[in-house]
C-alpha cells in the first residue's frame, strides 16, 4: 500500500456511495485521512458514509463524517469549521456531490431548477470559498467530478449543463488562485454504472447497444482523482481529463449500433 499522501487530508462531497466512495477508498489507500460528506442524517446516505468510514479506519486512517447540504453556506462553512478544528488542515478538496433531477428543460418546475443551480453549481462554489485558506496554507488541490453531460447531449440530463459551467470555473478558478498555490483540475467520467445510471438507461435510447468494454468503472475515475492530487500532475492547470474508454471519441457508433 502506497502512502504517498500520509499526513495530509481529503474532504470527499457526496462520499456515501458510487464515485465519492471510490475516490475515498482510493485516497485513503494511497495514506491520505477522509473526511467524508453527506446530505442527508438517516437513511440510506447516513448509512453508507458510516459503513465506509469503518471500511477506511480499518486501514488506519483517521476518518470523520460531516452532514452538510452544500446548497446551503452555513452548511458548507460548518462543515469548513469541522474541518479545521478537527483535521486542522485541508489538502485536497473533492467536488463529487449532485442533485438532480431526470428531466427535460421544459418540464423543470422553478424548484427543480433552483435545486439544479443551488446544488450543482453554487454549492460547489461555496465549497471552494470557504476552503480556501486552509488550501493556501497547505498549497492544496482541487478535483471536480464532471460527466459526459457537460460536452454530450444526453436527453433528461438537465445536470450536463452544470457539468459544463463547473468546468468553466475550475480553469477561471486554476489561474486566478495559481499564485496563491492552489491547483484546480477536473475528471470527466464517461458512462458509469451509479444510481443514475439506472434512471438514465430508462431514458436514453439505445443506450443498451453501448458494449461492455466502454463503461467505466468508478475506481478507474478515483485513480485519476488522485493522479490530479499527487505532485506527477503539477504540469495541469485548469485542465478536464476525459476518462470514458474512448466512448466520446465514437459516440454515435456506439448508440444505435451505427
Known sequence: ?????????????????????????????DGADLVLNYRKEGG?????????????????????LVRADISKKDDVRAMMAAVAEGAGR??????????????????LFERELRQLVETNYLGNIFCIQ?????????????????????????????????????????????EEFASRGVGFNAVCG????????KVLRRLW??????????????????????????PGSRGLRGQTIVVDRGLGNSLFGRIGGR
Not at 456515501?16 to 482510493?26: E, L, M, P, W
Not at 485541508?90 to 418540464?107: E, I, Q, S, W
Open 205 to 230: 435510447e439505445g443506450l443498451d447497444a453501448v458494449p461492455e468494454e466502454m463503461f467505466v468503472e468508478p475506481e478507474e475515475i478515483a485513480d485519476v482523482v488522485s493522479f490530479l492530487c499527487s
Open 1 to 29: 500500500m502506497a502512502a504517498v499522501f500520509r499526513g495530509k487530508t481529503a474532504l470527499v462531497t457526496g462520499a456515501s456511495r458510487g464515485i465519492g466512495a471510490a475516490v475515498a477508498r482510493r485516497l485513503a489507500r
Open 130 to 174: 470557504q476552503a480556501l485558506p486552509m488550501l493556501e496554507a497547505s498549497g492544496g488541490r482541487v478535483v471536480f467530478v464532471s460527466s459526459l453531460g457537460s460536452r454530450f447531449y444526453n436527453p433528461s440530463y438537465p445536470l450536463g449543463s452544470m457539468k459544463a459551467a463547473m468546468e468553466s470555473v475550475v480553469r477561471d478558478c486554476a
Open 44 to 64: 440510506a446516505s447516513e448509512k453508507g458514509a458510516l459503513e465506509l468510514k469503518a471500511e477506511l479506519e480499518s486501514l488506519g486512517r483517521s476518518v470523520s
Open 190 to 197: 464517461g458512462l458509469v454504472r451509479t444510481d443514475s445510471y
Open 90 to 107: 485541508l489538502d485536497f478538496l473533492v467536488l463529487n456531490a449532485a442533485r438532480a433531477p431526470f428531466k427535460p428543460f421544459h418540464r
